[in-house]
């Protein structure tokens, strides 16, 4: 007998509680919920709540589904959520039913062809289906309804005529289950985006800002020490925990893991302190799982950031294109978080930008932004192991500043936020640990970075 529960808080907090080792899948589908400007729960703490109460629970994956627009949220939030728990790491998923045709297998894999099935591509945690011309080119996406997300689950996670099928622990036919749901996604069906576009055109740095200020300082982040509240965006991809070597001793990630999320309350105090009132903070994480623990990283840093007085606006998904099959009982990751905070309810941002990357006007300028991941190192001669695409902070900076505000990064690693900053003519500060990075940001600054005349990057 299989059995699979769906927990239905689409458009509530409720807790459903769950019989010890009783289902083989439970299935909770959800929506970041807001108030007054800020999320008042968000899908990382409905996750962490059953992490933290179903230890019988294996914790597998969430899955990202856009949908109808809530106009609550600061940044067009068009997202179910579907938070994914098993019995263990075997219980039954049959990925090869939602499987699609390959777009065109040189396209996809190149000559990776361990990555490529006969079966179709790999499923992934995001779920917009494509089509195709058949010579790799994709010529439409498409968003799923409810009935189409819920066939897809069915089909998926029904092993044969005697799987039981239980919504809020009531076993219930599947079609009941599907009328139900479409009542409750009937609530969000009538929002639509609504706002005045602010152009913001980028000015040229020789136009706009003949001197400005481009600081890197080679020091830790707990240490960072600027007068004032200063800064007007951050821009930060943090070291994970246990994952990235950045090859320097004392370095953020690689103590216990309770020493490093009291490091990186630290780093968060210091950003308190130097964001200005109408600043806004972004930080790119993820969820990390580590033998068989999971290490829920967005959501210990949304507590800590709401300790120190930030307020959590919203969440961002950076769609990555491309992705490497897992086990055959999972999806295959696709995606990252992008947290918001902000320092005070004035907060500026911008969101109205034209961010066109799906073929489907539906998906297009809401919270999922579909941008390719940078693959590798820059050139032979340079090792750093985790670079986010130029593309995706530009972003970030656009929606919260205007020419000629300051962007800061904690952690410049390769130099990708001083590049965006300078290029959109903003004013700009990093901290590095790492003095062994400079080098690489060098090269970085002479071949990506147009600096006004008489500028200079001062390091």
Request: some cysteine; charged content about 25%; glycine content about 4%.
């Amino acid at each position: 007998m299989n059995r699979n529960l769906i927990i239905n808080n689409i458009s509530s907090d409720k807790i459903c509680h769950i019989e010890e080792d009783y289902y083989d899948n439970v299935l909770i589908f959800f929506r970041n919920k807001y108030q007054k400007g800020e999320i008042k729960s968000s899908v990382l703490e409905q996750a962490q709540y059953y992490i933290d109460n179903t230890p019988f629970l294996y914790y597998k994956n969430i899955i990202v589904i856009p949908s109808a627009v809530n106009n609550s949220s600061a940044v067009k939030d068009s997202l179910l959520y579907v938070i994914w728990f098993s019995k263990d790491k075997n219980s039954y998923f049959n990925k090869d039913e939602i499987r699609e045709p390959h777009i065109w297998k040189d396209v996809e894999w190149g000559k990776r062809s361990k990555n490529y099935s006969q079966k179709g591509k790999d499923p992934s945690n995001i779920w917009i289906p494509t089509l195709d011309d058949g010579k790799g080119k994709i010529t439409h996406h498409i968003k799923l309804d409810i009935k189409q997300i819920l066939g897809r689950v069915y089909t998926a996670f029904n092993q044969s005529e005697e799987t039981e099928w239980y919504l809020d622990n009531h076993l219930k036919d599947f079609v009941e289950i599907e009328a139900e749901f479409l009542t409750e996604i009937n609530k969000f069906e009538n929002d639509k985006i609504n706002c005045n576009t602010n152009d913001q055109t980028i000015i040229s740095n020789t136009e706009q800002m003949k001197l400005g200020t481009y600081e890197i300082k080679f020091d830790s982040s707990e240490n960072i020490k600027l007068k004032g509240e200063v800064v007007d965006s951050i821009v930060t991809s943090p070291p994970y925990w246990d994952l990235k070597n950045y090859f320097k001793d004392g370095q953020i990630g690689h103590e216990s893991y309770e020493s490093y999320l009291l490091r990186m309350y630290n780093v968060w105090t210091n950003l308190y302190k130097i964001l200005s009132e109408t600043g806004v903070l972004f930080v790119n994480i993820n969820i990390r799982t580590r033998l068989g623990k999971v290490y829920n990283m967005p959501y210990e840093y949304i507590k800590q950031m709401r300790a120190l007085g930030f307020k959590f606006i919203d969440i961002i998904i950076w769609h990555k294109s491309s992705s490497i099959p897992v086990n055959a009982n999972n999806l295959s990751d696709k995606y990252e978080f992008v947290l918001v905070f902000a320092k005070s309810s004035n907060y500026k941002l911008n969101y109205c930008q034209n961010f066109n990357d799906y073929k489907n006007d539906y998906l297009n300028n809401t919270n999922i932004w579909n941008i390719n991941r940078k693959a590798g190192s820059i050139g032979k001669k340079f090792i750093h192991p985790a670079i986010y695409p130029t593309e995706l902070v530009n972003r970030l900076v656009l929606i919260s500043t205007k020419p000629g505000d300051m962007v800061f990064d904690p952690f410049l690693g390769s130099g990708t936020t001083l590049i965006s900053a300078v290029n959109l003519s903003r004013n700009f500060i990093g901290y590095e640990y790492n003095e062994d990075f400079e080098e690489l940001i060098n090269y970085r600054i002479n071949n990506e970075v147009i600096l006004g005349e008489n500028s200079k990057i001062k390091i």
